[in-house]
């Protein structure tokens, strides 16, 4: 189960990354702020994910 999540959100971060690149390089500024939220929540729960791992020593 873990891993088919990690996986999906792997998957969605490159997507998202792909948008967002593809709108930063056309100027396309609703497209670009819509991706780049999207990347800083993902970060901000990657990052939570991560530091309760880290904290219940998860392996």
């Given at each position: 189960?873990?891993?088919s999540?990690?996986?999906s959100f792997i998957l969605g971060t490159i997507i998202e990354a792909w948008?967002?690149?593809i709108a930063?390089?056309?100027a396309q500024?609703?497209?670009l702020f819509i991706a780049s939220f999207l990347l800083?929540?993902?970060i901000y729960v990657a990052y939570?994910?991560?530091k309760f791992?880290?904290?219940?020593k998860i392996k």
């Open positions: 189960m873990l891993k999540r990690f996986y948008i967002f690149s930063f390089f056309q500024w609703f497209w800083g929540r993902r939570k994910v991560d791992v880290k904290l219940s």
